[in-house]
């Protein structure tokens, strides 16, 4: 999806994706250091994924969820998956 001035559009997945992993970041008082870190990633490239403006991939989405202690569901779904 792209926008009329051939800028890539937001993935609406993406989106959703980022807003979660930036609230279970901070409700588990993980810092955006030490998360990057985990992706393998820059604070910054980090911050461009909480912000729905990075794609992150499974290796990256199953890196955070361990680092967060939480089920790879909780970035993927607000409804739990049991």
Known sequence: MGSIHRF????????A???????WRQARGVDRERLARALRLTPEQLRLAEAGRAHLDSVQIGAATACLSLPV?????DTPAY
């Open 8 to 15: 890539p559009g937001l993935d609406p997945n993406d989106v």
């Open 17 to 23: 994706v980022g807003a979660r992993l930036k609230q």
């Open 73 to 77: 569901w909780a970035l993927m779904s």
